[in-house]
């Protein structure tokens, strides 16, 4: 990729060849070593903005990170591959990668509009690491006056904007923490409201859960039997019966539709599930709402 320099931003566009579209990418990033004007623990390196179109990709090696990154989804919807695990992001999610992770970035919407952050330093990595976030964490609102005064400032050779600059990336952290206890909420929320929204796609499962969020089982676990005294794929079991119920009883879909809004892949397989929780079959069911 070959960056144009236009005023304060380097631009760049690539085209894919398979689908003629183009991907553009702009950034600023710190042209000299700041270490030799100022002694800090961390220092930002770069910021930018990169959209992306629908299957479009973007693709980074290990070889060419030596810095933490931030990747903030501002608009859109897009899909991180790391290392194997696919994790989608939406405005408002916040993802990292530390020096030497790879990783490959593609457009789900029609335009899927990113800002990302770069730092390094003596300190970087332990920093950021102490505030303890997630792989991927959600913000309220996206700090477009502290981007923007890192964009505007990022050039300078003060001393005193270089750790200024510093001071603004310690402010963006802050913004993504949360206190544990109001954090394990806020997920588990995000989950609950994110079942009921998919609960009709067969593919949602405890494990697409872990992926869309970016946390381990055992903590998704936790967070269930904390807030519902339950596990995660009992609760989407149980709101699945409720919704089989729902249309069982008070409709007249035909049981294949039925299923499928049910997150069923076959008929077959949602008549096994209501028998295993009922004892009887979606046609008992609906004929016993009859007769009553």
């Not at 994790?87 to 916040?94: H, I, P, S």
């Not at 952290?173 to 409201?193: G, T």
Request: hydrophobic content about 40%; glycine content about 6%.
């Amino acid at each position: 990729m070959f960056y144009i320099k236009k005023g304060k931003w380097n631009h760049a566009k690539t085209v894919n060849q398979l689908t003629k579209q183009t991907i553009e990418t702009k950034c600023c990033v710190r042209g000299f070593d700041a270490k030799e004007l100022v002694a800090l623990p961390f220092y930002v390196c770069s910021v930018g903005r990169k959209e992306l179109p629908a299957d479009s990709y973007s693709i980074s090696t290990e070889i060419h990170n030596n810095f933490v990154e931030l990747c903030w989804s501002e608009s859109g919807m897009g899909e991180i591959d790391f290392y194997g695990r696919k994790f989608k992001l939406e405005a408002g999610d916040v993802f990292y990668f530390l020096p030497g992770e790879a990783h490959v970035m593609r457009g789900l919407s029609e335009r899927w509009k990113s800002r990302w952050l770069c730092f390094e330093g003596p300190l970087a990595v332990a920093t950021f690491m102490a505030y303890g976030l997630e792989r991927v964490s959600h913000a309220a609102a996206f700090p477009e006056e502290l981007f923007a005064e890192l964009e505007r400032d990022i050039y300078t050779r003060d001393p005193v904007c270089i750790a200024r600059l510093s001071g603004i990336l310690v402010q963006i952290l802050s913004e993504l923490v949360i206190p544990p206890a109001q954090n394990s909420k806020n997920i588990f929320e995000r989950c609950v409201d994110y079942i009921r929204a998919n609960c009709s796609d067969p593919e949602l499962s405890v494990k697409t859960l872990c992926d869309r969020f970016g946390i381990p089982e055992t903590t998704l676990q936790l967070y269930f039997r904390r807030n519902r005294l339950t596990s995660p794929g009992h609760f989407i079991m149980q709101l699945r019966m409720q919704l089989a119920n729902s249309f069982l009883r008070g409709s007249s879909l035909p049981i294949a539709e039925v299923a499928r809004r049910c997150g069923f892949r076959s008929p077959s397989s949602f008549a096994r599930f209501v028998r295993s929780r009922t004892k009887k079959s979606p046609q008992e069911l609906r004929a016993g709402e009859t007769e009553n």
